[in-house]
């Protein structure tokens, strides 16, 4: 019985890196004429989704107690804004500023957490308020679209590449290319193992799971399950913080609209990975595959130069509907045993 | 005191007091502006149109408060919420607009198929839209918010898909009449008040209310009972589903074009918070329509009143939150039974003294 569940599991993760590498094998063959092929494009699909990686560790914390966090996205855009007028009108230096987004973050977090885990109060009902408040106090800071180009630091860490030591490739004008990576790439791997470690290892970790799997016998056990819940929120809006000084490295501005609709790539991409939306189970491996696979549908639609940017979000909701439902069947398999 | 307290343990009272503090406050502020102090309840006729603040909200509140209807079934039956309606609502503007102009079409002053197909295909999707959600719900047993969460990120998108990602305007003016006037009366309101005397007929007249709520207070129970519960629950959807595209009709007629990346954005959160400023428990069961549309024109009040103290429109959210929150905190369990512990103390104490 219990050999069969951890089955059901890992068959989730297992098809879940099968489509990864189903779907980027196909993207070589039908786009190999366009670098598609490259490892530098891979590469760029982890350059592009760092933040994304970050946000996504933290949310499926959150989706391992049962909860859910829709406030990411607009917190990202609150940070970008915050670090991009910090350092342009406030002539702030950007180490402090980004300390600061951080201790946002975890206040941020600490609010959302007690109201969800102390006030029994829905999470999605709770985050959708943090969201409306991050977006709205996104447009309280400035307006207009901020662009960093003062702080030498900062376009310093953004500008910074780290080459691989092997696939390079020569370009059309006969010059050996290596393949590189951001400063933001190796932030977000950090984060991943570290969160790994954490949820394999550690107290906290696998009372996450405990939590997520049954509240009461979590409670039983003898766990603090009201801290637990606030102490995962609070991780993942530090996580989405640390996100959003990725995400500001990549674009370098800060606008009002700023990752609208990540949320949904966070929880998808989770989903994606084998995340249960009713807790309990989970890994971040399937996240960062999940985050590769959103990645990946976005790279082919741009690719492909004719498609709308919004297939990517169709094929995004399609897959997410795919998995959910498929969740929803091994439940109930389940169930019957 | 005791009539106080009867007073707030009444259902409507949560809305009706939030009403009135809204409209108290633009009272304070007109006065503190130097303007006449009752400039909020003004309605003078204008060009042969009603014109003031109240119309303005009474209009401009229209979607929220078609929404609100749909919403309130679905709480109440399935204890979650339906976010995907802001971007059904887009959905709906798609589809008319791209069957009465033509695919491929951007801007167009004659219709390419009849205006009633044109609204009959939109509310269509809509239906089926809400069929899905109530598949996945009902018969799937997802939670709501996550089963609605697909349609939230693919209803826009299949939107923008539709209209070729650009702005369509049909330039008719038997197109734009839902979103203008009728005689001196703005069309929205009428539209409005009509869902709403047909939804209050439907629940007053038929058992269809009292099946939800029963479903809503306990599935199980009212399965035993006899009640095809997951039939009932895919129902709400579907009407939900109808009122968002409903709505979308209104706010696309406003605009005569779809506009799909703004229209009906964020209206999520609008409609849910009308529900909950409603009186209504999120968590399901006994539900109160009367509550669920005062609440929807008291969101609306407040937006036009932000609106005419200089919020500008991407800092409003910010206002919105912290109302939901605090209601939500006010309705949570916990604070409520550390208030009444808190009250029995006193009682205590009270009874203490006077023995």
Same mark, same amino acid.
């Given at each position: ?14 098809i ?14 039908v ?30 914390c959150?989706?391992?107690?049962g ?47 007690f109201?969800i ?18 977006r ?11 662009s960093?180009?003062?702080?030498k ?33 190796i932030?977000a ?17 696998? %009372? =996450?799971y405990? #939590?997520?799997? /049954?509240?009461?016998?979590?409670? &039983?056990?003898?766990? !603090?399950? $009201? ?19 990725c ?39 399937? %996240? =960062?595959?999940? #985050?590769?696979? /959103?990645?990946?549908?976005?790279? &082919?639609?741009?690719? !492909?130069? $004719?498609?709308?940017?919004?297939w ?18 091994f ?7 | 005191m005791s ?56 209009n ?32 709906y ?144 959807y ?19 074009s ?77 604070v ?20």
């Amino acid at each position: 019985m219990n050999r069969k569940k951890i089955n059901g599991n890992n068959l989730l993760l297992l098809i879940t890196i099968a489509l990864f590498v189903l779907m980027y094998a196909a993207g070589c063959i039908v786009y190999g004429s366009k670098g598609f092929a490259n490892l530098q494009s891979f590469l760029n699909i982890l350059i592009n989704n760092a933040g994304l990686i970050c946000v996504t560790c933290g949310m499926t914390c959150v989706m391992l107690t049962g909860g859910i966090d829709i406030s990411v996205g607009s917190l990202i855009a609150m940070d970008c804004m915050f670090l991009a007028v910090g350092m342009e009108t406030w002539k702030m230096g950007s180490q402090v500023l980004m300390f600061l987004v951080l201790v946002i973050g975890v206040v941020f977090g600490l609010v959302q957490g007690f109201c969800i885990a102390y006030l029994d109060i829905q999470p999605f009902i709770v985050t959708m308020a943090g969201m409306f408040f991050a977006r709205g106090m996104t447009a309280m800071i400035c307006t207009q679209q901020v662009s960093i180009v003062s702080d030498k630091f900062f376009t310093g860490l953004s500008s910074m590449k780290f080459s691989l030591p092997f696939g390079g490739y020569v370009n059309k004008k006969g010059i050996l290319q290596m393949p590189y990576v951001r400063i933001t790439v190796i932030v977000a791997i950090i984060v991943v193992v570290l969160i790994f470690l954490m949820l394999k290892y550690t107290r906290f970790g696998r %009372s =996450l799971y405990a #939590v997520g799997g /049954n509240q009461q016998s979590a409670a &039983l056990m003898g766990l !603090n399950v $009201k801290k637990t819940k606030l102490k995962a929120y609070v991780l993942s809006s530090f996580l989405t913080s640390i996100g959003g000084i990725c995400f500001c490295l990549n674009t370098m501005a800060g606008t009002t609209t700023q990752a609208t609709g990540l949320e949904m790539d966070a929880i998808s991409s989770a989903v994606i990975g084998g995340t249960l939306l009713t807790g309990g189970v989970g890994n971040v491996v399937g %996240s =960062l595959f999940g #985050v590769l696979i /959103n990645g990946t549908i976005s790279t &082919l639609v741009k690719t !492909n130069g $004719k498609l709308i940017s919004s297939w990517s979000n169709i094929v995004t909701a399609i897959l997410l509907c795919f998995f959910i439902v498929l969740q929803s069947v091994f439940a109930k398999v389940k169930e019957k045993k | 005191m005791s009539s106080i307290r009867s007073l707030t343990k009444k259902r409507l009272f949560l809305p009706i007091f939030s009403m009135l503090l809204v409209m108290l406050i633009n009272v304070i502020y007109d006065v503190a502006c130097g303007n006449p102090p009752l400039g909020f309840f003004v309605i003078t006729i204008k060009n042969a149109v009603l014109y003031g603040r109240l119309i303005d909200v009474l209009n401009r509140g229209s979607e929220i408060a078609i929404l609100a209807i749909g919403m309130t079934l679905v709480v109440s039956s399935s204890a979650g919420t339906d976010i995907s309606v802001g971007s059904v609502m887009s959905l709906y503007a798609g589809v008319c607009c791209m069957t009465l102009a033509g695919f491929g079409e951007v801007n167009v002053s004659q219709y390419a198929n009849p205006l009633l197909l044109g609204i009959g295909a939109g509310l269509l999707v809509t239906c089926i839209c809400g069929l899905f959600n109530g598949f996945l719900v009902a018969y799937m047993n997802i939670q709501p918010m996550v089963a609605t969460l697909i349609l939230w990120s693919a209803g826009r998108a299949i939107g923008l898909l539709l209209c070729n990602s650009q702005i369509v305007y049909v330039r008719v003016p038997s197109f734009q009449k839902l979103g203008a006037y009728t005689g001196f009366m703005p069309t929205p309101i009428i539209v409005a008040a009509i869902c709403i005397a047909i939804a209050a007929v439907i629940l007053r007249f038929t058992a269809l209310g009292t099946y939800i709520q029963s479903v809503g207070i306990n599935k199980k129970a009212s399965r035993i009972a006899g009640f095809n519960s997951a039939k009932i629950i895919l129902l709400c959807y579907v009407i939900c589903g109808l009122c968002a595209g409903l709505a979308g009709m209104v706010a696309t007629s406003r605009i005569y074009s779809a506009d799909t990346n703004n229209i009906g954005l964020n209206m999520e959160l609008d409609a849910i918070l009308a529900v909950a400023l409603g009186g209504n428990s999120l968590g399901g069961g006994k539900f109160n329509l009367a509550g669920s549309i005062i609440g929807a024109y008291t969101i609306q009040a407040i937006t036009t009143t932000l609106y005419s103290m200089g919020v500008s429109s991407a800092q409003a959210p910010v206002f919105k939150a912290v109302v939901v929150i605090i209601i939500v905190v006010i309705q949570a369990e916990p604070v409520k039974e550390y208030f009444k512990k808190v009250s029995s103390k006193r009682a205590a104490v009270k009874e203490a003294t006077k023995a």
